[in-house]
């Protein structure tokens, strides 16, 4: 299995708080994602890294930041949580040598009440 | 917008029964991955497949990539229950750093 973790792994938390999750890989991949699955949509790519403190956005950006300042950490922001960004958020790397085949942690489930 | 459409949504069948779950696009892919999801994990790479025509075997699952590299399909023989879950299909384009999903198809294999 690749060596990612993801921090919290559940939290419950209210509208308008900070929440920041955490993704750690032991792998040394060069890019990391951060994706949301909901029922009915399937992975959504949020924000994704090719290199330290290179990022871009994904397709549903709106209301996330991103920042990885070490290889192995990726962080992803909620400003201010609101209720449609209650969902399961997974992290994923990818070593960027070839095929895209990418590699997933084991999610966060967020609840925002 | 690049889509990859999955069929069934759902399928529900009986142990020992065979199935097949499709992957369909209207656009090309340099490589699609089949990936299964169980309840409350991340999903866990299968295959992967480059070139078309292309057949994978791993165990009793069967995956093919279509010739055109716009399609695949995965089938399953004599299915278990163990192989209950979401199977995901995700498509990749040249040097994209994006993969596209499918929304899945969940199955559910009954003892």
């Known amino acids: 299995d690749a060596g990612i973790t993801q921090s919290p792994r559940h939290k419950v938390t209210e509208t308008g708080t900070p929440v920041t999750l955490r993704c750690h890989q032991t792998?040394?991949?060069?890019?990391m994602y951060w994706y949301r699955q909901d029922p009915g949509h399937g992975l959504r790519l949020i924000h994704y890294?090719?290199?330290?403190?290179?990022?871009d956005k994904g397709e549903v950006s709106d209301g996330y930041s991103v920042s990885r300042s070490k290889t192995e950490d990726f962080l992803l922001t909620l400003e201010s949580a609101t209720s449609s960004q209650t969902s399961v958020y997974f992290c994923?790397?990818?070593?960027?040598?070839?095929?895209?085949?990418?590699?997933f942690g084991p999610g966060t489930r967020l609840t925002v009440l | 917008t690049q889509l990859l459409e999955q069929s069934p949504q759902f399928l529900s069948i009986q142990e020992g029964e065979n199935l097949t779950v499709y992957c369909n696009s209207s656009?090309?892919?340099?490589?699609l991955q089949w990936y299964r999801q169980e309840p409350g994990e991340g999903p866990v790479l299968l295959v992967t497949?480059?070139?078309?025509?292309e057949v994978k075997k791993l165990k009793r699952l069967t995956f093919q990539f279509g010739d055109a590299r716009k399609d695949s399909s995965l089938h399953i023989t004599a299915a278990q229950p163990g192989d209950t879950g979401l199977y995901l299909c995700a498509g990749g384009r040249g040097s994209s750093y994006k993969l596209i999903f499918g929304s899945g198809t969940r199955l559910l294999v009954r003892p």
């Open positions: 994923a790397i990818r070593n960027g040598a070839g095929v895209n085949e990418q590699f």
């Open positions: 890294s090719y290199g330290v403190k290179d990022t």
């Open positions: 792998e040394n991949h060069r890019y």
């Open positions: 497949v480059v070139t078309g025509g």
């Open positions: 656009s090309v892919f340099s490589s």
